[in-house]
């Protein structure tokens, strides 16, 4: 791989900045994830005992917690593992987004069962599985009325019509101030869901955006260089972190200003 290392990316600005990083293919992009990975695991373990993550399901990542699970020496008995979003079905469906990680990922590698923190699908409806979810985040992150959980490592996806997280266009959870969890309800997206609201994502002190595929490409340029507002994943700025937008030369070839090589960044700010 050419282009910046991923402990020069991860020294560079944290506040507010979104950096957008193209690969030439999706193996490369994994590949990358999982040094940048190895480096907020090392730094972060030097300062607190533990490496809070939340993961997101879909395809996009699929590649990534393959190429994970195969990181043996990775300090997994020091991740704690929760999950961005959820579909209300049991786990062991194949819409499942945590059955997707356990698959690809977690029973591949040497973490704690302790450690991994579902949301659970199988209490009485989606209000019922936020609220305790949050209760969940509250004992870990031990947080006090208003406070958010501060998450080492955030992976979102990109959906095809600006999605992000569990968060659709016109939903109200996108601009929620006064929660940390949310349950969503179908309204044409296929499934009730759960999902960790906006304000938390924006928390984290290392947010991720894997964005694959030609079919990627248009949405991606809207958010990119459109600034739409009326998507949602216009609305992810770390308030004080970093945000990575990882993406292959498929998804990156509509954007403005010409060609990246390979493992090439641009600059810009989450703030339209």
Partial sequence: MTGPS??????????????????????????????LWREICKETLEARPFVNVALSGGRSPVGVYRALAKQKDLPWGKVHIFMVDERFVPHDDEDSNFGMALKALLDHVPIPAVNIH????????????????????????????????????????????????????????????????????????????????????????????????????????????????????SHVRPTHGQLLVIADRDAAGSLAHGSYSEGQTKMGYSHG
């Fill in 118 to 233: 579902p949301i659970e699908t199988k209490l009485k409806g989606p209000d019922r599985a936020a609220q305790d979810y949050e209760k969940k985040l509250s004992q870990h992150f031990n947080l006090k009325k208003g406070e958010l959980p501060r998450f080492d490592i955030v992976m979102l996806g990109l959906g095809e019509d600006g999605h992000t997280a569990s968060i659709f266009p016109g939903s109200p959870v996108a601009d929620d101030a006064g929660n940390r969890v949310w349950p969503v309800f179908a309204k044409g997206h296929g499934y009730d869901r759960v999902t960790l609201t906006m304000p938390v994502i924006n928390n984290a002190r290392h947010i991720f955006i894997l964005v694959l595929g030609h079919n990627k490409a248009a949405i991606l340029r809207k958010i990119v260089d459109d600034r739409d507002r009326a998507l949602p994943a």
């Fill in 6 to 35: 991923a402990r020069a990316i991860l020294a560079g600005p944290k506040a507010n900045e979104r950096q957008i990083i193209v690969f030439e293919t999706e193996g490369r992009c994994a590949d990358f994830v999982v040094s």
